[in-house]
């Protein structure tokens, strides 16, 4: 089983309407963990996409 940890955050007001209104009690946890897990990925992503430009970028003024 997976640790988990209890969190305690603030958004605004409409945000959490919103959630309360669509997503269930029970499962805003596992909501929250995945809007949080996707946005990280994209995080990820962007960072790699970063490293890999200055990469090709270092290799192209090298061959220059």
Same mark, same amino acid.
């Given at each position: 089983? $997976?640790? *988990?940890? !209890? #969190? &305690?955050? *603030? $958004?605004?007001? =409409?945000?959490? =309407? %919103?959630?309360? &209104?669509?997503?269930?009690?029970?499962?805003?946890?596992?909501? $929250? *963990?995945?809007?949080?897990? !996707?946005?990280?990925? %994209?995080? !990820?992503?962007? =960072? #790699?996409?970063? %490293? #890999?430009?200055?990469?090709? !970028?270092?290799?192209?003024?090298?061959? #220059?």
């Amino acid at each position: 089983m $997976v640790k *988990t940890l !209890k #969190l &305690n955050f *603030t $958004v605004p007001e =409409d945000v959490a =309407d %919103e959630l309360k &209104n669509r997503v269930s009690k029970s499962h805003r946890s596992a909501f $929250v *963990t995945e809007a949080i897990q !996707k946005r990280l990925e %994209e995080l !990820k992503k962007k =960072d #790699l996409e970063k %490293e #890999l430009e200055e990469g090709y !970028k270092a290799r192209r003024d090298e061959s #220059l």
